[in-house]
């Protein structure tokens, strides 16, 4: 007897999900009428007999009305996240516009919050419902082989920021992120316009992509402008398996004792890197911007109100929730599309930790 043909047969022929397919089959999601249409001509020559051949009867009658999305299709999109997403957080009002355009469109909102047992486990919340689920949002989920294990589940996976791209397997996912070389490309030329050109960089660059992506900016802006990065006045670790921001500020007053001397300004990985920094070189009794300037990255509402008040580089909430909104829902209308990397743009902001009396958005 010959061996059952399954969807998932169908799927390695034609080169798509499992996911794909099933949807096609069943007709139980939103797919582009090519795609359902090779999937189930697919299933024909295949001989696949577990569904109703009245779906293909329908395949060549252009005046068919289009069949109705089942009451039943998941309607529910769920937040990962393995940190605690505060209000100085950058996706804290993007993750607000991305819930108010979800619930425009009928999709319901849940929050996981994942523990560090569950990504060493690789286990999902104990609350977290796949039957339920539309489709998945991360944010600040940084762990590769967790992310990969979201990857596998069949659910479409968006990634607001990820793991550093190169350093191990592609994330089969969509990526969001804020344009972060742009504008350091740009701080770097002001800067050597007023004569700073010994420019030092802090951050973990490997502690996600727009770290990474931060610090290559970094590295570019250095070169275009004809300049050497100084290594010494670049603290791109941290090591110590204590994460609390003391811990932090005690590292970087440790490394900054030991440099032979000070940059002219110090970029920074994102504005707590650039927090953090501040307080070490208070204790030290290096003034800003009297003894050396500072740039972070993200606009904290921290770096409003700090003294001195931070240059930094903002990210523009509103256009990273739409977009978000417009990655994950088009990705669960066709699951087959090419896997998209997405860049919003950012604004630069000049303020008091770079000699600057009045603040001045650059866009």
């Known amino acids: 007897m010959a061996e059952r043909v399954t969807i998932q047969d ?22 582009a009428d090519a795609t359902r249409e090779k999937i189930l ?12 051949y009245a779906t293909i009867a329908g395949l060549n009658d252009k005046t068919a009305e289009p069949a109705p999305v089942p009451a039943s299709m998941p309607m529910e999109i769920a937040l990962f996240s ?31 919050r994942i523990h560090r047992e569950d990504v060493d ?15 998945i949002i991360c944010v600040e989920m940084f762990d590769r082989k967790y992310s990969n294990m979201l990857c596998s589940l069949g659910t479409p996976v ?17 990526c969001l992120y804020m344009e972060n070389k742009a504008n350091i490309r ?30 290559m900016g970094y590295r570019e802006a250095l070169t275009l402008s004809g300049l050497s990065c100084p290594e010494e006045c670049c603290i791109t670790d941290n090591k110590t398996d204590d994460l609390s921001d003391e811990a932090y500020q005690k590292y970087l ?12 300004i110090f970029i920074c990985a994102n504005d707590f890197v650039a927090l953090d920094l501040l307080q070490a070189l208070k204790k030290l009794g290096i ?65 008091e930790s770079t000699a600057d009396q009045t603040e001045r958005r650059m866009t």
């Open 186 to 215: 740009s701080f770097v030329r002001e800067m050597v316009s007023r004569g700073k050109k010994r420019i030092g960089f802090i951050g973990e660059y490997l502690h996600c992509q727009s770290f990474f992506e931060r610090y």
């Open 287 to 351: 003034m800003v911007p009297e003894d050396v300037w500072l740039c972070g990255f993200d606009d904290s509402p921290e770096s409003k109100v700090t003294t001195p008040s931070l240059t930094t580089i903002h990210i523009h909430s509103q256009i990273m929730g739409f977009s978000a909104v417009y990655l994950l829902i088009s990705r669960i209308k066709e699951p087959s599309l090419n896997y998209r990397i997405m860049h919003t743009e950012t604004s630069l902001i000049y303020r």
């Open 41 to 52: 001509k697919k299933a024909i020559d295949m001989k696949y007999k577990q569904f109703s």
């Open 82 to 112: 393995i940190g605690c997403i505060g209000n100085s957080h950058f996706s804290s009002s993007m993750l607000d516009d991305f819930q108010r355009e979800l619930s425009q469109l009928g999709y319901s909102f849940t929050v996981h």
């Open 10 to 31: 169908i799927a390695d022929a034609l080169g798509l999900s499992r996911n794909t397919v099933s949807k096609a089959i069943n007709n139980t999601g939103i797919l």
């Open 253 to 264: 007053a440790s490394r900054i004792e030991n440099m032979h001397s000070l940059p002219d």
């Open 121 to 135: 486990a690789l286990r999902l919340p104990s609350h977290y419902n796949k039957e339920k689920t539309a489709g």
């Open 158 to 174: 968006l990634f607001v920021d990820s793991p550093v791209i190169g350093t191990g397997d592609t994330l089969q996912a969509d």
